[in-house]
């Protein structure tokens, strides 16, 4: 099924112009702390030239690295292949700990339809990149999202439910056996997950406050808020290196839920709690609608960059 996806696909995208078919990748990988493993995943991406590397941020209390590059088919797969072909090189996963869920080395590959190409498009090239993948590296692949093949691997947080010790200890059978690949985890790189997806902004609220009950009651309330906060997916998570609890979010339908919304929720919320949101942090690129015409001040973005607008490199490419 997936080989006759790719064949009635690929000449549909591969006629059209690097310039004019532009797709945004945004691989997370499982490292935050050894810059120099940072450095050598971010310059496998540097080497591809037909590629835009738009933003990359780490974090050590996440331990997770993420990468946003924006191109044409060609230079996504060369520069997803090289990236990920570092981090199975460089990152063990048996070693690996850290506040984010994962299941790999290459934890996650979306791939997001920006201009000039459609998300079917997409989920043929996310079939043909997790065949490369499992077919060179050795490591087993999920597809997810758009591209799942199994109806219940279409949410993420369902294909790495219980992280990638649970997966060391189930194995790779049954329910947990991948798409394609190897039916058991690569040796230090463990599974990595494909898809194609529409946009997704990466959004964590940290607070003045080192109390994680809080911040998972905030989480849950995040989460259960489907009329309010739609397709907003929350965590909490613990930043030693801040002495912080943090609301990590993933908001997955952000043209029905702008980020003013969902910061001015939890700064009412934690005040039930006599506590104050301290900062937010905005992981990769966003496109200027989403903020709704809130400043960076207004959402108290920490470390934001005027290049992680994603109007900023569409105008550029």
């Known amino acids: 099924m997936i080989h006759a996806l790719q064949d009635n696909q690929r000449l549909s995208y591969s006629s059209r112009s690097a310039v004019s078919a532009i797709i945004q990748c945004v691989p997370n990988f499982s490292e935050g702390r050894n810059e120099s493993v940072i450095q050598a995943i ?10 835009t590397l738009a933003d990359y941020s780490s974090d050590p209390d996440h331990n997770r690295l993420v990468v946003t590059f924006l191109g044409g088919p060609e230079g996504i797969r060369e520069a997803v292949l ?6 199975v090189e460089l990152i063990d996963m048996q070693k690996h700990t850290g506040g984010h ?14 201009r000039g190409i459609t998300m079917a498009e997409c989920v043929s090239i996310s079939h043909e990149l997790g065949q490369e993948i499992a077919e060179t590296l050795g490591v087993p692949v999920y597809f997810y999202e758009k591209s799942a093949i199994k109806a219940h691997r279409t949410n993420l947080a369902d294909v790495r439910r219980g992280g990638y010790e649970r997966l060391a200890e189930v194995g790779l ?10 039916k058991r985890l690569h040796p230090s790189a463990g599974a990595v997950v494909v898809g194609a997806r529409g946009p997704l902004v ?3 609220v940290n607070l003045q406050s080192d109390d994680m009950e809080i911040a998972a009651d905030i989480a849950r309330k995040v989460r259960n808020d489907n009329a309010h906060l739609p397709g907003v997916k929350a965590i909490s998570v613990w930043l030693e290196s801040r002495s912080k609890a943090q609301v990590s979010m993933n908001v997955t339908r952000p ?5 003013p919304r969902i910061f001015n929720f939890i700064v009412g919320e934690v005040r039930k709690y006599d506590v104050e949101v301290d900062e937010s942090e905005l992981i ?13 001040t207004d959402l108290r973005l920490r470390d934001f960059k005027p290049t992680q607008i ?8």
Do not use: C, M
């Not at 090289?82 to 981090?87: D, G, L, S, V």
């Not at 994962?102 to 339809?113: C, F, Q, W």
């Open 255 to 259: 043209d029905f839920v702008a980020l």
């Open 82 to 87: 090289a990236a990920t072909a570092r981090a």
């Open 173 to 182: 059978e049954g329910e947990r056996a991948p798409d394609v690949g190897p």
């Open 284 to 296: 990769g690129l966003v496109s200027q609608k989403y903020l709704d015409g809130a400043s960076p």
């Open 310 to 317: 994603l109007e900023y490199w569409l105008r550029r490419i």
């Open 101 to 114: 869920p994962r299941i790999g080395a290459a934890d996650v590959i979306p791939l997001v339809p920006i």
């Open 202 to 204: 990466a959004y964590n």
């Open 42 to 51: 971010v310059d496998a991406v540097r080497t591809v030239k037909s590629v």
